[in-house]
């Protein structure tokens, strides 16, 4: 839970309880909250399994990065309903929605820019695949020990396969020495990472998405003279970075279209659709992406899923 850790499944019910309300509030799909008391990977999967008949998909929350990857992909295969880590997907299709529209402000493109991520864990991991996914080359993630890289020891394995994928220069340095020239800082981390000395090292008109919920890497206000194009987590600050953008629409698109599973082509296609529901007359540094209540753009992200699943070839 936000702020407060893990304090067990029951504290978690209210929050998959709303979590179902907005399921239902904006796609019109049926949820039900299933909170185990479990954190065994082995016993999620089991329980998980054991649950299919029940279900047309699932919705997977909260679970800890390495963890996460090995429950998601071995569910993925094993079951013929879709599979969808939010913490990870979620965050990643509405990063991906919101850097277009920057870029949009800023006149860069995806291939040309260098983004520096800093959190490897579940969401870090999903956004830096779904961004080089979209066309972006130059990703370097930065966690405790700085830059994941190759050749640096004591990695699991989703960070060896970030360290396999990314980082084309071998950057070895810490969060604040890997920010100097980048074009995009995106936080998945902690509070109070970088400062504006930081931000005002960057490439021209930088970009930071800094999504800590609820404190930041970085407090807005303190770079607001400074970067183009400011994002967080929060609803009080403007581009509000919020999964329930994704999620209710990719699931009402993959049970429309009757799809076993979600593609990564899915999934750009649901960042694209958010993207394009805030027109050329309303893009701003101030706006670039939706409004959490923006009645529009559950069904454009549904029918984008439903065609990008059929033209993969993964419905029934």
Request: proline share 6%.
């Amino acid at each position: 839970m936000l702020g407060l850790g893990d304090i067990g499944p029951e504290a978690a019910m209210p929050v998959m309880e709303g979590k179902a309300l907005l399921f239902k509030h904006f796609a019109g799909v049926d949820a039900f909250p299933v909170c185990i008391n479990t954190s065994n990977v082995e016993e999620i999967i089991e329980t998980v399994l054991r649950l299919e008949p029940t279900f047309g998909g699932i919705n997977l929350e909260d679970i800890a990065a390495p963890g996460a990857f090995e429950v998601e992909e071995r569910l993925d295969a094993a079951m013929d309903i879709p599979v969808f880590h939010d913490d990870q997907h979620g965050t990643a299709i509405v990063t991906l929605a919101a850097l277009e529209n920057a870029l949009r402000i800023v006149d860069k493109r995806m291939e040309d820019i260098r983004v520096v991520v800093a959190g490897v864990g579940a969401a870090g991991v999903a956004v830096s695949k779904i961004l080089m996914n979209a066309g972006v080359r130059n990703v370097v993630g930065c966690d405790r020990q700085g830059a994941v890289h190759l050749g640096r020891e004591g990695m699991n394995t989703s960070k060896q396969w970030f360290a396999e994928n990314t980082n084309p220069e071998g950057f070895d340095g810490s969060l604040s020495r890997a920010l100097p020239g980048a074009d995009v800082f995106i936080g998945l981390s902690g509070p109070n990472l970088i400062t504006p000395e930081d931000v005002s090292s960057m490439a021209d008109a930088p970009i930071v998405f800094a999504m800590a919920n609820p404190d930041p890497e970085i407090r807005p206000e303190l770079i607001r003279d400074i970067a183009a194009v400011i994002a967080t987590g929060r609803s009080d600050f403007p581009n509000q970075i919020n999964n329930v953008l994704a999620f209710p629409g990719v699931f009402r698109g993959a049970l429309d279209a009757g799809a076993k599973r979600v593609t990564e082509n899915m999934k750009v296609a649901a960042a694209r659709a958010i993207a394009s529901t805030v027109g050329e007359d309303e893009l701003a540094p101030d706006h670039i992406i939706p409004s959490v209540f923006h009645p529009g753009v559950a069904p454009a992200v549904a029918e984008a899923c439903a065609q990008a699943a059929r033209a993969d070839g993964v419905c029934r």
